[in-house]
């Protein structure tokens, strides 16, 4: 049997216990240090968006920034952060959201795009899906176009997906 996955996706290890015992992280650091590995992964997660008109990135914080700005780059699109309580000047608008070992809270500049903006929503791995449903929440809010999500890694067994609304796309490069 051949490997479905591409050879940049064996840089992903599996780090046990973190952030809470029981949690199995995907961590993709060592993908993040070898740049042909980023550059692929990054085209990999573009491709299904290139021809939408993107015309910002929502990228979820912390890992979600990174993927988010290089797709941002590769689309020719601006970025956006969402972030946790706290971290954004000005006003902010924020949303609450439950985690599979707890909640937390998470927020965007108030007007940080004007209404009716095309925007893709990025974060590095879809598990239950509470963090990306916020993150559309606040998109709403923002009164932005919805273009759908990505994310590099979704982990199959813990039913994120099934929180993501139907019709609207979401685009997952590695299924684990």
Not at 33 to 53: H, K, Q, Y
Not at 124 to 142: E, F, H, I, K
């Amino acid at each position: 049997m051949t490997n479905p996955y591409p050879h940049w996706a064996g840089a992903i290890r599996d780090v046990a216990d973190f952030p809470r015992p029981g949690i199995r992280f995907k961590d993709i650091t060592p993908l993040l240090a070898d740049a042909d590995g980023f550059r692929a992964a990054v085209a990999a997660m573009a491709d299904p968006w290139r021809a939408a008109g993107v015309q910002a990135v929502l990228g979820v914080e912390a890992r979600g920034f990174i993927l988010g700005a290089a797709l941002a780059l590769e689309l020719g699109a601006g970025f956006v952060p969402v972030r946790k309580p706290g971290k954004l000047p000005g006003a902010t608008l924020a949303q609450e959201y439950a985690l599979e070992y707890g909640s937390d809270r998470i927020e965007v500049c108030a007007g940080a795009i004007a209404p009716g903006t095309r925007v893709l929503l990025i974060d590095d791995v879809l598990a239950t899906g509470g963090t990306l449903a916020a993150a559309l929440l606040l998109a709403r809010r923002l009164e932005a176009e919805v273009l759908g999500a990505a994310v590099l890694v979704e982990l199959d067994g813990l039913g994120g997906r099934q929180r993501w609304p139907d019709g609207l796309p979401l685009q997952a490069t590695l299924a684990y």
